[in-house]
C-alpha cells in the first residue's frame, strides 16, 4: 500500500492515503512504516525534550542546531574510512533526534508556525538529499570499506 507523504493537513498532522484517500495520524503512519524512527529515534526525542524546555531554545534554533549536526556527520561520511564513517553515522543519528525535539518542542510551547515546519521539512530534505551521495564519495575514496 502507497503512501503520499507529500501532503500533510498542518496542523492536524494527517497524513493521506494514495489508495484510499483517507487520512491516518502521522503517529500511525509512522509505526506502520518507519519502525526505526518510531521506536527509536522518536523516543529519544522526546528523552531530549525536558533539556530544550530547560535551556529555553527556540524550535527553529533546534532545527538549525539539528541542521548543522546532519551536514557535519554527512561530511564525514563522504571523508570515507571506518573510524569516520562511524562516527558519522552516529553524528547523524544525533542530528535525526533533535529533528524529532524541534517539532515536540513547537507543540509544547504552542509555538507552531507554517515557516517553522517549512524549515524543518527544508532540513529533512537536505539532509535525505546528501546522506547516499556522501556514502558513494566514502566509498570511492576508500573502497575496502
Not at 498542518?10 to 509505526?31: D, I, L, M, T
Not at 524546555?53 to 556527520?73: C, E, H, M, R, Y
Not at 507543540?107 to 556514502?135: K, M, N, V, W
Request: include cysteine; glycine fraction near 10%.
Amino acid at each position: 500500500m502507497a503512501i503520499l507523504t507529500t501532503r500533510v493537513d498542518w496542523p492536524k498532522q494527517q497524513v493521506y492515503s494514495v489508495s484510499s484517500g483517507h487520512p491516518e495520524s502521522k503517529k500511525a503512519f509512522e509505526r506502520r512504516n518507519l519502525p526505526y524512527i518510531y521506536f527509536c529515534i522518536r523516543p529519544l526525542g522526546r528523552a531530549c525534550l525536558p533539556l530544550a524546555v530547560k535551556f529555553d531554545v527556540t524550535p527553529n534554533q533546534v532545527t538549525l542546531l539539528s541542521a548543522l549536526i546532519s551536514l557535519s556527520g554527512i561530511s564525514l561520511l563522504a571523508t570515507g574510512g571506518l573510524t569516520f564513517v562511524l562516527i558519522g553515522l552516529a553524528v547523524l543519528h544525533c542530528g535525526l533526534i533533535l529533528d524529532m525535539v524541534d517539532g515536540d518542542l513547537a507543540r509544547l510551547t504552542g509555538t507552531s508556525s507554517r515557516r517553522g515546519e517549512l524549515a524543518d521539512a527544508l532540513a529533512g530534505y537536505i539532509r535525505e538529499g546528501l546522506t547516499f551521495p556522501a556514502i558513494g564519495i566514502g566509498l570511492a575514496r576508500v573502497p575496502d570499506l
